[in-house]
């Protein structure tokens, strides 16, 4: 066991020094983080790399982020990282694109203005990733277990960008891997990075649906710092299919701007001519329109004072979600131009492709 977290640590360091990734400024460990191989792991090397290390109770205890205003505090604790145990094993819902959200992290270091983050994990905006994997692994056998003999699907990316954090702990390799022996298990993730790496020799069976999140260059010029290009993401995307791995893009937030619908034709044109044979035998798309919540706005207007981003209720349709929570949506006539234009464009480009579903 030991042997095999050094090796995948010097793996992990060989890869840092050739690409750009997420260090954190100041790491926090929660103690019972120690009794585990990981997190003795984790300890040595970021006091081996110089690193501040604090402890901490549990992570709702964290204090001490730098900063001497809000948005400072906002900015220093999204290059923080938390070390500790993942104690609650209930997994949440993920509808539509799976049954279970797997807790594998929380957080994350990109800046996209729009992020659901803001509405999920909206005033932990630290990065927190869990060093109790066997636990949470024995957790998803069970769930894929009491579905039998239905698939049961678990989507790592609900509360982080699982791939962007993943030379830290490990985890979502190891997740790929214990899915590739569950015949009645699939794994799903989404990514706007492209260090995609450490995961293109995973044993995967095709049981893990590998996604990346794109969309126009309006999008990603005005809302999404701190994450790979655009390019980037694609050129990740070609290795990822080349790895055998099933692929999906999600085209989320599906924004209205002026010159959208050239804006989306262009970019499922330029996905058309990068894509080889290999990303298309099993490939789909999910669109997800944008939306918004009351607090997840203030929140934004808060930590991102100059942006673009038009968050009007008068100009939207509220949706209520889980726990009475109310959201707001386009309006059916917006929502529809949207779902049929990209609809019709996946269509003639991408034929062979499923559209999962359009929210
Ligand atoms: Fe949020 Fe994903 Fe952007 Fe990270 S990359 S800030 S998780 S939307």
Not at 88 to 95: C, G, N
Not at 159 to 179: C, Q, Y
Not at 324 to 330: I, L, P, R
Request: aromatic residues 12%; glycine residues 6%; proline residues 5%.
């Amino acid at each position: 066991m030991v042997t095999t977290l050094i090796d995948q640590a010097d793996v992990r360091e060989q890869h840092l020094r050739q690409t750009k990734l997420f260090v954190p400024d100041l790491v926090f460990f929660e103690p019972q983080a120690l009794d585990y191989p990981l997190g003795e792991e984790l300890f040595r090397r970021y006091k081996r790399e110089g690193i501040p290390i604090k402890m901490t109770t549990s992570h709702n205890q964290v204090r001490g982020i730098p900063g001497e205003t809000d948005l400072e505090k906002y900015r220093n604790a999204k290059r923080t990282l938390v070390v500790g145990v993942r104690k609650t094993l209930t997994f949440e819902q993920s509808k539509p694109s799976a049954e279970y959200a797997i807790p594998l992290a929380t957080g994350c270091a990109g800046h996209c203005h729009y992020c659901y983050l803001n509405t999920n994990v909206g005033t932990k905006p630290y990065i927190r990733v869990y060093v109790n994997i066997e636990e949470i692994l024995e957790r998803v056998a069970q769930y894929i277990r009491e579905r039998e003999p239905e698939i049961t699907r678990f989507e790592a990316a609900c509360t982080s960008d699982p791939v962007g954090i993943e030379h830290i702990t490990g985890n979502l390799k190891r997740a790929i891997e214990f899915m590739a022996d569950q015949p009645n298990g699939r794994l799903r993730f989404v990514t706007k990075f492209h260090h995609v790496d450490p995961l293109l020799d995973a044993r995967h069976n095709k049981h893990t649906r590998f996604r990346f999140s794109v969309n126009a260059d309006y999008v990603i010029k005005h809302f999404e710092p701190g994450t790979s290009s655009f390019r980037e993401r694609l050129e990740a995307a070609g290795k990822v299919a080349a790895a055998g791995y099933p692929l999906g893009f999600i085209i989320a937030p599906l924004y209205w701007f002026d010159g959208w619908e050239e804006g989306y034709t262009h970019l499922l044109e330029t996905l058309d001519r990068q894509l080889g044979p290999e990303a298309r035998q099993d490939l789909t798309f999910e669109l997800i329109q944008h939306r918004f919540t009351k607090i997840a706005k203030s929140l934004i207007l808060e930590r991102y004072p100059k942006t673009k981003l038009r968050m009007e209720e008068s100009e939207r349709k509220i949706k209520w979600g889980k726990y009475g929570k109310a959201k707001y949506v386009y309006p059916d006539v917006q929502a529809f131009a949207l779902k049929s234009h990209l609809e019709a464009e996946i269509q003639r480009f991408f034929p062979e492709a499923r559209i999962e579903y359009f929210t």
